[in-house]
Structure formats: structure tokens, C-alpha cells
């Protein structure tokens, strides 16, 4: 079963609009990560964020991870056309094992 | 610095063939791992391994075997390949073997079986 679920499946925006994604998991984490994959590529690492986090910023992007409500949010600000993608939230499966869980991500569209 | 090679990037194989999906990275990285992506699934994972000569699995396992002769490379098996297995697969690597570092991605081989 998968770890972790977003929401929504497909968000469609106009530029400089602000998106923001949103992931829900099962079991108790140590970290999530967000990884944002192009139509046809691999997908790339964007941000992680550690379970004593509550906030964290990468140039246009912030994160956020409530542990209590097991979920987490990608919030992506002043959005581009070239932001356009697939967003992916992935968990561990366990502490030991490095297995990391993707949920099913977020389709972006932003319009131009 | 390529990264994590992944070939080939198309395939089409009738049911019941076999091949090997060949993975590679040239960052040194111990844990390689492989993912199935298809639509509305989100991606999957098949098999990994935290060093040459250890591999264990993944949620979907059945019908690919692994193997891990060298740090550098991790293929994947289709003893014999089902429609079913049609999807795009995705190598992945990783230094070290806690969860707490990024995966490097290949950009993935599609196989479609007839």
C-alpha cells in the first residue's frame, strides 16, 4: 500500500499563481522528502524536511510537515510555466532499510 | 559525471521473453533500488540493495530477480515477461543507506509487452 497520498491528483493554475500540494502518510517518519518528475524524465530531488521540522524554504518553495496530522505540504510560490510537472512526496518505509515510498504525486499545470 | 544510466530507453517484448534492464552510476553510491511507475499508481518499488552483494525487496517484487556484483551496477531481470509488466522503470541510487539522503534518478526505460 502506498505511504503516502496526495492531494490533489491534477491542480491547474495561471502564472504567478501560488500552488500548493499536499501529502498525507500512515506511519511514523523520521524525514519527507518531494521530488518533482517532467513528462518523460526521471524524477529530481527537490527538498527534505526532518521530523523536527515544522517549516522549510528552498528559493520559491516551502514545506511544511505537521507530524501530528501525519502530512506535509509543497507550496510553490509566484509559479512559472516551466514549474509545470509532476510532484511527488516519498517517506521511509523503515528506519534501517532506506526504502523510500512514493505516493501516487500531484499533477501540475501552470498557464502561461 | 553521468550520473545513474539506465538502458534501454524502449523495449517491446512479447509475452513470455526474457531481458535485463542495465542500471549504472559512477557516484559511488551504496544503495541502488528500482521502481516501477505506471498511471495512477505513483511508483512503485521492486527490488533494492544496500551494497554489492546484498539485495532484498521491494512491494512488488514477483516476476524480477536482481542482482549486485559491483557497487556501480544493479540490473533488473524479466525471466519471462508478462503484459502485466508493461511500465516504465526507473533506477535509483543513493549514497549511504539511511533514508535521509536524496535518490539520484535515471530517466528510465518504458518496456511494453504484447
Known amino acids: 500500500s502506498q505511504q503516502g497520498e496526495e492531494d490533489p491528483q491534477a491542480l491547474s493554475i495561471q502564472e504567478g499563481e501560488n500552488a500548493t500540494m499536499n501529502c498525507s502518510y500512515k506511519?511514523?517518519?523520521?524525514?519527507l522528502q518531494w521530488y518533482r518528475q517532467n513528462s518523460g524524465r526521471g524524477l529530481v530531488h527537490l527538498i527534505l524536511i526532518r521530523s523536527n521540522e515544522r517549516e522549510k524554504h528552498s528559493g520559491r518553495l516551502r514545506v511544511t510537515l505537521d507530524t501530528s496530522k501525519k502530512s506535509s505540504s509543497l507550496l510553490i510560490t509566484a509559479s512559472r510555466a516551466a514549474d509545470t510537472a509532476s510532484y511527488f512526496c516519498?517517506?521511509?518505509?523503515?528506519?534501517?532499510?532506506?526504502?523510500?515510498?512514493f505516493g501516487q504525486g500531484t499533477t501540475l499545470q501552470v498557464k502561461p | 559525471n553521468a550520473g545513474v544510466t539506465q538502458t534501454p530507453k524502449f523495449q517491446v517484448l512479447k509475452t513470455g521473453q526474457s531481458m535485463t534492464l542495465q542500471c549504472a552510476q559512477d557516484?559511488?553510491?551504496?544503495?541502488m533500488s528500482w521502481y516501477r511507475q505506471d498511471p495512477g499508481m505513483g511508483l512503485r518499488l521492486i527490488h533494492y540493495?544496500?551494497?554489492?552483494?546484498?539485495?532484498d525487496q521491494g512491494e512488488v517484487p514477483n516476476g524480477y530477480n536482481v542482482s549486485r556484483s559491483t557497487t556501480e551496477d544493479f540490473p533488473l531481470r524479466l525471466l519471462s515477461a508478462a503484459p502485466s509488466q508493461t511500465s516504465v522503470y526507473f533506477c535509483?541510487?543513493?549514497?549511504?543507506?539511511?533514508?535521509?539522503?536524496?535518490?539520484?534518478f535515471g530517466e528510465g526505460s518504458r518496456l511494453t509487452v504484447l
Open positions: 557516484m559511488n553510491h551504496e544503495y
Open positions: 540493495s544496500v551494497g554489492a552483494g546484498i539485495t
Open positions: 516519498a517517506t521511509p518505509r523503515s528506519s534501517n532499510t532506506g526504502k523510500l515510498i
Open positions: 535509483a541510487s543513493r549514497a549511504g543507506t539511511a533514508n535521509t539522503g536524496e535518490l539520484f
Open positions: 506511519t511514523s517518519i523520521n524525514n
